[in-house]
């Protein structure tokens, strides 16, 4: 009998020796941790089924675990479905699949190669078994390959396969339907080669050869496509002027949102964005539009045209505008769209304008551009009339003058006066609390003003106007020596509290250049 204890004594000590492990404390030497066995997990296997007390996560509503599910990446999506029957439901819900990104690291293995080391390849039959299971669920796909564009040709080779088999006379159970729901594809080819260790460097190599054709052979795989995003392609004129080949026959009347940015770095229009009937909303760099282009979108429905330069745009002053006449005859023929010009660069830049054109929006995402008051009064000029959406995000990373002569005071005031139909405006540089007391009285349709804190100076430095009354002059005054004041008086004008951002408020801006600003 004492040998049978002594067995059992020895083999709780082994168990309790698995559980314990070696640590590295804090002067690198390795100690022994012993873990002893928890009295409570005891405790609780000898209660009784009844007594058990379960969590209620495996009864939450759809909706909740669709938002849940919508975070995680595939990965977690997989393992977060083997916890319960309702999680394992869940994973097979429509929104959970909205969109689908692929990225260089997405179902692959580490492979090693003797020349380059350890490289991640596709995983061609985690894939497949992927796209089976999920393949008919998915609405939008995303590809943002970084370095290895072998993985990305090669998925979308599979998935154009796995769509053919699916559409075969008697195709495979899970391959049914494969593909068919997809409404949405993203692709964000990253053009700059430069080293990281020079950030301001730029080396330019577009796509092309069998990573385009592949693209190019999904596409056709694809006749519900709702939205296409094809982001710095850099191709050359005669594989840019085929593009779009494919999916004009397939969705010239389903596609509603077209972008097409930096297609080229040439002048080289893209006739086939004319081609799509039922287009809403395209956006475009403006070395890839001319008068020919508009003259295809007069005839579509389409309402919001956006002329987009990033880092990778050619410089304003080598890109030719559209001609007035084109414009004109685009805004009889379609009076309801919206021009909208944006330039995203970290860089000092301007805007290339199109005179004539009905702009409803000029916004800037580019931390070293200024205000320059000859530009601006060429705005005022051509879209004092359409003008609604005005403003600079990001902080500046330069240094606004604090003299009144030169500051931009008096040009924002202009602008208020000019653009009747100005809703919205962001500013970020130097300007006094008189200057926005003026602001929100001289424009009547102002709904949206926004501006830093940090950068406004407590000062009435305005000579007095001769239509100006005493009372005027008088109120103007003594409300320009404090924030709260100005605050106060601004809240009463426009209809609604308002107060100044602080830069982290100021930096978390985005304009909605069809409805005004919110924050991220």
Known sequence: MSTINAGRKGSAQLEVMHKAGWKIDENEKACYIDIDEDDDDEANEKLDESQRVYSRWSELPNLVLEDIFAYLSPKERYYASLVCRQWYSAFYLPTVWHNFVVDDRTLTRPKYNYYSGWQYCLDHMRTQNCLARIGKHLRGIEFRPWHSFNNIYQFMTLLSWSIDKGLEHHPQSELIGMGQRIRSLVYHFPCNMSQPNDPEGIKLFGTGGQLLKGLKELLLRLPDLHTLKLVDFVLERFEANHLLDEVVCSCCTKMRVLNLVNVTTMHCPIMHVGLFLNLRVLTISPQNIDDDVLSLLADT?????????????????????????????LKVTNPRLRVHLRLENMVDGEVVMQPEAPV????YWAPKSRIRTELLIRMLDHYKNSLAVYGHELLPRFSSPKPFHNRIDSLMLLMCRQCFNLDTLIIREKVSTSTLLLIARTAKNLQHLHVRRFAVILRCDWPRHPEWSNDFYLWLK????????????????????WNLLSDRDFKQLTVNVKSGATWT
């Open 360 to 363: 409803h929006s000029i916004t």
């Open 478 to 497: 003594r409300n320009s020596h404090s924030y709260e004041a100005v605050e106060r008086e601004i809240s009463q004008i426009l209809g609604c509290k």
């Open 301 to 329: 429905k389409l309402r919001h045209l956006h002329l987009l330069q990033n880092s990778y745009t050619p410089n304003h002053l080598t890109i030719s505008a559209c001609g007035v006449k084109a414009w004109r005859s």
